[in-house]
């Protein structure tokens, strides 16, 4: 299984519909990130969550990283045929080894198709 | 099936050492691209291979980094100097190269640079 988990892996919702991404660790993240790759275009950066609670913005989409740091959400309001595409989630986790320091793990992404 | 391999999944170098970190794309796949990771930051596009063109090294932050791609599968990218500024992950994909770059990319576990 894989350290950081993205659901889900694939979504298909109606134009004007609000849909959620969920990452999650068993470990507690330092550094979120969030990217997205649209249809035709290449890999993009989103936003970077690091605080817990703490919530960002970005046009419609909106993203948060919980109190405990294991999770994060990524929410879009009203989708549009424009949101569709990949959506990456990536974090820093501690390394579990004896030198310790962190490392940086990605999930598998989500594949949005929004219906128009 | 087998996904994009990188090696190796760790390095530790002294400042001024050379490095050299290997991808195996997904058999097929005829466009590869490398990106870094620093700590804290977002993806960095470096260089971008398609087929026999010529490479896109837009990316590159300065001469000390170059790539080459072998036979168009298999690609080395060779740090020379190592400076601590280049720790980071350095992550490989792949993708059809049907319309790259324009397509989804297939991501590798990276590689973890540490220049002590």
């Known amino acids: 299984s894989q350290e950081l988990e993205q659901s889900p892996q694939s979504l298909i919702v109606q134009e004007g519909k609000n849909l959620t991404i969920n990452c999650t660790s068993s470990?507690?993240?330092?550094?979120l990130y969030w990217y997205k790759q649209k249809y035709g275009e290449g890999l993009i950066f989103l936003m970077m969550?690091?605080?817990?609670?703490e919530e960002k913005s970005h046009e419609k989409i909106t993203a948060k990283l919980d109190e405990k740091k294991q999770q994060s959400s990524l929410h879009i309001t009203a989708s549009q045929p424009s949101h569709a595409g990949m959506y990456l989630c990536?974090?820093?986790?501690?390394?579990?080894?004896?030198?310790?320091?962190?490392?940086?793990?990605f999930g598998a992404g989500t594949r949005l198709f929004v219906k128009a | 099936g087998a996904g994009v391999s990188q090696s190796p999944s760790n390095k530790v170098t002294e400042k001024g050492k050379d490095v050299e970190l290997r991808c195996d794309p997904i058999?097929?796949?005829?466009?590869l691209y490398w990106y870094r990771q620093s700590l804290g930051q977002g993806l960095e596009f470096l260089i971008y291979?398609?087929?026999?063109?010529?490479?896109?090294k837009s990316g590159l932050p300065s001469d000390r980094f170059s790539a080459e791609r072998t036979g168009g599968s298999v690609s080395t990218l060779t740090i020379q100097r190592t400076q601590q500024e280049d720790s980071a992950v350095y992550l490989c994909?792949?993708?059809?190269?049907?319309?790259?770059?324009?397509?989804?990319?297939?991501f590798g576990p990276g590689t973890r640079l540490l220049v002590l």
């Open positions: 994909a792949s993708s059809l190269g049907v319309v790259a770059p324009q397509e989804t990319q297939y």
């Open positions: 470990k507690t993240l330092y550094g």
């Open positions: 969550l690091q605080k817990g609670g």
């Open positions: 990536g974090a820093d986790i501690v390394q579990q080894t004896r030198t310790g320091g962190f490392k940086t793990i």
């Open positions: 058999s097929g796949h005829t466009a």
């Open positions: 291979f398609q087929g026999n063109s010529a490479p896109d």
